[in-house]
């Protein structure tokens, strides 16, 4: 795997030293015109691609500098890169997002004639165009979310008090201002999500006089960081606002080489790679682990499958299979995800939370509900569901054998053993209730059944204190051996 990565790094380099742009075209986003996409093609691509969001307060396009000026930098590294000149919001937020959305189907639908790789494709916007980038990153769904985000001296904030007042207004309205929800919301430090918020590059300049960065840039990158999600910063000593690519920026040479370095240690999944869908509560989240999205048991399990796999973590802490529970798991965005990410495998770890006597009052819903969820992953598996007993055996077996069976391949996990009974966390439940449900169904359907609860029996030593939830060294043995269990079939 090591030789791989370095391989593909190598190729990487050796494309920046040549690569120039190949082709550079002009395309319309609206009906109009109004809305455009400038695409500049890298000539040798390395299959990375970024879509640059210019600023300017949302009154003006700053395109130039914040924009187009990037383009040579980029392709000679073999980056192809789009420029989205939107259309001004005027109050109404949904233009300009609609735009760049586009911008960003575009780019996706067309991975393959380019020479992108869809899966690493970035969003880099400059001020108010930060702030609209990182609107995107955080509210817009999985298939338009970028891979990364890199933020020049961004507006996060939509409080006036805090940030560029007029930036604020144009994009939320007058009216839109004296909505506390609303400016809450669009304060994209607010949104950030777990998991799902991609990693982020955030640039600017301590002097910034016009968008203040502590409550706005570092902001945005606290949350990243309480998330446990990818960030990094840079804050450089002067420079002001709105220095972009521009080559009078004092610390210009400096801020491409950090962009650079930022850029080459990212490692996007190969585009045939086999995806693996975690799904679970807080201990699949990683629930007391510092930086789970790099030592959670996804994480863990990423580097033991290689780099074949692509692993992602949709756990959300807190969540039951119970659509009556507390907190459903399949009301949440990272379930939306999930379904969106189109998975070939998929790791379901739910039952811990169900068990909770608040939770299991509903328990006669369990199992209906664990078959919602395996019914939307497989639709193909709805209709089987409605068979008699020897029918649908039959169906599943000539499914099985089908060249064109559908996926995703489902795995059900046991609850592992509530080593303590925290937070009213039943282990009688789990196994006398939960766990039957889960076989049984595992059975009609023909899943694979991953009996973490006798296989974590004798780890109670790799547990938080609340003994409920696994640590470092127990994320690692779950990996162990959920990874087993998937190389083995």
Partial sequence: MKRSLLTILAVCLALSVSSQTARTFTLDLTDDGQAQMVCFLSEKPCGRAIVGIPGGGYSVLSNNHEGTMASKWLNQRGISYFVVNYRLPNGDRTIPISDVEKGFRIVRDSAKVWGINPRDVGIMGFSAGGHLASVISTH??????????????????????????????????????????????????????????????????????????????????????????????????????????GPWFKYHQQLLTDIGNWLD???????????????????????????????????????????????????????????KGDYPYMNEQAWRDALAFNPDIVVIKLGTNDSKPENWQYNAEFKQDLEQMICALRPDLAEIAKLP??????????????????????????????????????????????????????????????????????DGDKMLDDGIHPDGKGAARMADIIAEALKAE
């Fill in 140 to 245: 817009s769904p999985y298939e338009v979310r970028p891979d990364f985000s890199i933020l020049f001296y961004p507006v996060i904030s939509m409080d006036e008090r805090v940030s560029h007042k007029w930036s604020c207004v144009n994009f939320l309205s007058e009216e839109g201002q004296k909505n506390p929800e609303l400016v809450r919301d669009f304060s994209t430090m607010n949104a950030v999500r777990r998991h799902l918020t991609p990693p982020a590059l955030i640039i600017s300049a301590s002097d910034d006089r016009l968008v203040p960065f502590v409550t706005n840039g570092l902001e945005y990158y606290k949350a990243m960081r309480m998330a446990g999600n990818e960030c990094a910063m840079y804050v450089y000593p002067t420079g002001d606002h709105g220095f972009g690519f």
């Fill in 265 to 323: 240690a990212r490692q996007a999944p190969k585009t045939d790679a086999i995806r693996v869908a975690c799904i679970g509560n807080s201990i699949t989240d990683g629930h007391g682990i510092d930086m789970a999205t790099a030592y959670g048991y996804p994480a863990m399990l990423q580097k033991k499958l290689g780099a074949d796999y692509w692993v992602k973590n949709f756990g959300v802490s807190a969540r039951t299979m119970l659509n």
């Fill in 389 to 458: 007993a020897k029918k649908a055996k039959k169906a599943l077996a000539a499914l099985a054998k089908s060249p064109t069976a559908a996926k995703p391949k489902i795995f059900l996990c046991t609850p592992i053993p509530a080593f303590k009974s925290t937070w009213n966390i039943n282990d009688s439940v789990i196994v006398n209730g939960i766990i039957p449900i889960q076989q049984e169904i595992a059975q009609k359907y023909g899943f694979k059944v991953i009996d973490l609860h006798t296989l974590f029996a004798n």
